[in-house]
């Protein structure tokens, strides 16, 4: 078991039967049912909003997909546009027997664990029951405030959080990411941005459809900002940039072109139409949705060699303690 204490007094947490309780505040948390619950969290409006997305149908099947262990999935990793949070992640995490945070975790990533021993920390309990299962300690909490010593991990990981986490909290769960790193430390993060490439600039021209389907519908992106501002925040809150690789310019996964503008963007456009169109057609079959991505793959790479970083709509960022 990890080492716990107080993110306010900073004191080792007292254990007391399924409690682990700081002596000097108030600062506590329970065990319950395999996961370590902050009783403040459940008063959290961003906690409540987030228990809807993962007890939907699509946010069970997207957690199902993530950790199904097959031969097909193994090869789609290597070749597919659809598994790029994958190869980065195992990618760049050196190593069998370090110790590494998973902030915003959801249900869980299975590959982790080869890499060491994993905690996962997130605002909502019902992933975490999944959570549990693949990693060592699972912990129901905000990420602003973390439980844990400064210099303790090796690695800190992220996929798909900072897009959800407004502008005014950036700052400061960088900053506690930064303090339980170890000196040295790297932390690695799949962000979720704004972007100039064409189809943000299409989609940006009607900003209440905007809203709709590029915030709302994915669940609450309202913390986008541009990939250059992202690398200069990590900057500016001390991090040395190892690399900033952007995902998702010009070129999507076939699928998300129907999903971002299958709805009121096809009556201005008939780019997107078209586009829509196609999308759909070349999703509508599993098989044929596969290869399509697999060949897109080497396209897209050549791509991003030569188009800026703005153009993503997504960053994949490594940092490391100095």
């Given at each position: 078991?990890?080492?716990?204490?107080?993110?306010?007094?900073?004191?080792?947490?007292?254990?007391?039967?399924?409690?682990?309780?700081?002596?000097?505040?108030?600062?506590g948390l329970q065990s319950k049912n395999g996961v370590l619950v902050y009783d403040s969290v459940s008063a959290s409006v961003d906690q409540n909003f987030y228990d809807k997305i993962y007890e939907s149908e699509h946010g069970l099947q997207w957690f199902q997909g993530l950790n199904r262990d097959s031969l097909a999935k193994r090869i789609l990793e290597k070749i597919s546009l659809s598994y790029r949070r994958e190869r980065f992640f195992k990618k760049n995490i050196k190593g069998k027997?370090?110790?590494?945070?998973?902030?915003?975790c959801g249900a869980g990533r299975d590959y982790f664990k080869q890499f060491g021993t994993v905690i996962g920390i997130d605002l909502s309990y019902s992933p975490l029951q999944q959570a549990k299962r693949r990693y060592?300690?699972?912990?129901?909490?905000?990420?602003?405030?973390?439980?844990?010593a400064d210099n303790t991990f090796d690695y800190v990981v992220s996929s798909d959080f900072f897009g959800h986490v407004r502008a005014d909290d950036?700052?400061?769960?960088?900053?506690?990411?930064?303090?339980?790193?170890?000196?040295?430390?790297?932390?690695?993060?799949?962000?979720?941005?704004?972007?100039?490439?064409?189809?943000?600039?299409?989609?940006?021209?009607?900003?209440?459809?905007?809203?709709?389907?590029f915030i709302e519908k994915v669940g609450g992106h309202i913390?986008?900002?541009?990939?250059?501002?992202?690398?200069?925040?990590?900057?500016?809150?001390g991090f040395m940039i190892i690399s900033s690789e952007k995902?998702?310019?010009?070129?999507?996964?076939?699928?998300?072109?129907?999903?971002?503008?299958?709805?009121?963007?096809?009556?201005?456009?008939?780019?997107?139409?078209?586009?829509?169109?196609?999308?759909?057609?070349?999703s509508r079959y599993k098989v044929i949705k596969v290869v399509i991505n697999i060949l897109l793959n080497p396209i897209n790479y050549l791509v991003e060699l030569f188009t800026p970083l703005n153009h993503g709509n997504g960053l994949m960022l490594i940092c490391q303690k100095k």
């Open positions: 078991m990890i080492e716990l204490v107080c993110p306010k007094c900073k004191n080792k947490l007292q254990t007391r039967e399924n409690w682990y309780e700081c002596s000097t505040c108030s600062f027997n370090n110790l590494i945070l998973d902030l915003a060592d300690t699972v912990i129901q909490s905000g990420c602003d405030a973390l439980p844990f950036k700052d400061k769960i960088i900053k506690e990411i930064l303090r339980v790193l170890k000196p040295g430390g790297i932390t690695l993060n799949v962000i979720e941005t704004d972007s100039d490439n064409v189809w943000f600039k299409i989609a940006h021209k009607k900003p209440e459809l905007f809203q709709k389907y913390g986008l900002e541009m990939p250059s501002v992202c690398v200069k925040r990590w900057q500016n809150s995902i998702w310019g010009l070129i999507w996964p076939i699928e998300y072109y129907r999903d971002f503008f299958d709805n009121e963007y096809n009556d201005g456009s008939i780019l997107v139409r078209l586009v829509v169109i196609k999308s759909k057609i070349l």
